[in-house]
């Protein structure tokens, strides 16, 4: 009788999730790969050297390192920086670091950029604007932050970083990077 009863709820159980799961999208896992192959640039790893402006207008110099990994079947792309701030007689100081995880959504066609840093997940809009150019913005508090790669010269990664106060209308440079690669994967 116990035996019974298990087997009418497990049967009722999945009869009633059968709707759930028919309705449930198929994602095009070919659609995601051949539009994560147009990302293929970016992947490897990268040394370079580049100047951080501040809000109240200092700068200071950097070394950059990254890992840019495929995962996945290459369905997704992490991105991972270190940075070494150069300080007092071109000592080093700890900098930042970033993590972030780039995929794409076939329904939507868009690819998403979740950065990762400073105890929080940001999500930003992120696009191909050329076959060799990459560029991702977010919102962080009331200011946006634009970053654009540009690798059209082969095995160099030529890095903008911008931020607008007014919503996207104007923009000010935050960052400078040239890295070059140093091993490709």
Do not use: C
């Not at 659609?31 to 809000?55: E, F, H, P, Y």
């Not at 270190?82 to 900098?95: D, I, K, N, W, Y």
């Not at 840093?117 to 050329?130: D, N, S």
């Amino acid at each position: 009788m116990r035996q019974a009863l298990v087997t009418v709820i497990l049967a009722a159980t999945l009869w009633g999730a059968a709707p759930a799961v028919a309705q449930t999208p198929q994602r095009d896992l070919a659609a995601q790969a051949a539009a994560m192959r147009k990302l293929d640039a970016l992947a490897g790893r990268w040394l370079g050297q580049g100047v951080r402006s501040n809000i109240d207008g200092s700068t200071y110099n950097f070394t950059q390192t990254m890992i840019n990994e495929p995962h996945s079947n290459g369905l997704l792309l992490t991105l991972e920086g270190r940075s070494l701030r150069q300080g007092e007689a071109e000592a080093f100081q700890p900098g930042t670091g970033s993590f972030a995880v780039i995929s794409f959504d076939d329904k939507t066609g868009d690819y998403l950029l979740r950065s990762f840093g400073f105890g929080e997940m940001v999500p930003a809009k992120a696009e191909l604007i050329a076959a060799s150019t990459f560029r991702w913005t977010a919102t962080a508090g009331p200011a946006m932050l634009r970053f654009t790669i540009d690798l059209s010269t082969p095995g160099v990664w030529n890095e903008t970083g911008e931020r607008s106060g007014d919503g996207g209308k104007s923009w000010q440079p935050t960052n400078r990077l040239i890295a070059y690669r140093i091993e490709a994967r």
